[in-house]
């Protein structure tokens, strides 16, 4: 059995770093929904990124309208063992109008990869950005025996 410890904030930032991959996790009621998505991370905010995309009869568009909070979570294995870092918070449709400046910097500095984890072409897709604020910022690493 592995042990672990938490992570300092300078720590979730570094490991986070501007962008990558994660699972966003959304609850309807006591129904869950989880997803692989992008997320691009800003740590002046601190918030969190992502991009979804929507086919025409896609059930996800339900879920992120009625989740209250919702989780990312982005964990990854390293050679001195697993991290991962979990944000929960509000998660808030970025339009063109709630688009201001402090929104308009902080996607200049994220990095929001495209993956292709669709079913269909990108093209028949709509795609939509979120920012999730979070309530909850947290990261566990394992801990090294010694």
Same mark, same amino acid.
Request: aromatic share 8%; proline share 5%; charged share 30%.
């Given at each position: 059995? !592995?042990?672990?410890?938490? $992570?300092?904030? &300078?720590?979730?930032?570094?490991?986070?770093? &501007?962008?990558?991959?994660?699972?966003?996790?959304?609850? &309807?009621?006591?129904?869950? @929904? *989880?997803?692989?998505?992008? @997320?691009?991370?800003?740590?002046?905010?601190?918030?969190?990124?992502?991009? $979804?995309? @929507?086919?025409?009869?896609?059930?996800?568009?339900?879920?992120?309208?009625?989740?209250?909070? *919702?989780?990312?979570? %982005? &964990?990854?294995?390293?050679?001195?063992?697993?991290?991962?870092?979990?944000?929960?918070?509000?998660?808030?449709?970025? !339009?063109? %109008?709630?688009?201001?400046? !402090?929104?308009?910097?902080?996607?200049?500095? %994220?990095?929001? #990869?495209?993956?292709?984890? @669709?079913?269909? #072409? *990108?093209?028949?897709?709509?795609?939509?950005?979120?920012?999730?604020?979070?309530?909850?910022? !947290?990261?566990?690493?394992?801990?090294?025996?010694?």
């Amino acid at each position: 059995m !592995t042990d672990s410890i938490s $992570l300092a904030r &300078d720590e979730v930032d570094e490991f986070l770093g &501007d962008g990558g991959t994660g699972v966003l996790a959304l609850a &309807d009621e006591n129904e869950s @929904y *989880a997803i692989p998505v992008s @997320y691009g991370y800003d740590p002046t905010g601190p918030h969190l990124y992502v991009r $979804l995309g @929507y086919a025409p009869e896609s059930e996800k568009r339900d879920f992120v309208e009625r989740t209250e909070t *919702a989780s990312l979570v %982005v &964990d990854r294995d390293t050679p001195d063992g697993w991290t991962s870092v979990v944000g929960r918070g509000r998660l808030e449709e970025v !339009t063109e %109008v709630s688009l201001d400046s !402090t929104i308009a910097r902080a996607i200049r500095r %994220v990095n929001i #990869p495209f993956v292709t984890i @669709y079913d269909r #072409p *990108a093209r028949e897709l709509e795609f939509q950005l979120y920012r999730l604020v979070p309530e909850e910022l !947290t990261g566990r690493r394992e801990r090294q025996s010694e």
